[in-house]
């Protein structure tokens, strides 16, 4: 129930951010980790394309994540990557 329930919270949330892109209700979204959900089965890169595609030039969107798909690269106006050297 626990795993369902988280689920279902993240799936709200990526509507409301869909629901954020679509009306322009801001000029900066950050969107946390959500890179992460089609690694975990939640959502597809594809899915998250189509929310990209409804936002207009004026807003930004920051994506976080580990792994960036090749078929989101095209939404990205630049792309930041960390890395950790161990000392």
């Known amino acids: 129930v626990g795993s ?3 689920i279902e919270t993240v ?3 990526l509507n409301f951010a869909r629901k ?3 009306t322009q209700e801001c000029d900066f979204l950050l ?3 959500i890179l992460a959900l ?3 089965g939640i959502t597809t890169a594809e899915a998250i394309g189509d929310i990209l595609k409804m936002k207009d ?5 920051l994506l ?3 792994t ?3 078929s989101l690269r095209k939404y990205a106006d630049s792309i930041t990557t960390l890395t950790t050297e161990i000392v």
């Open 4 to 6: 369902e329930m988280c």
């Open 11 to 13: 799936l709200n949330a």
């Open 68 to 70: 960036l798909p090749d």
């Open 38 to 40: 089609p690694d975990y």
């Open 57 to 61: 030039e004026s807003m930004h969107i």
């Open 31 to 33: 969107l946390d980790e």
């Open 20 to 22: 954020v892109i679509a």
């Open 64 to 66: 976080t994540g580990r």
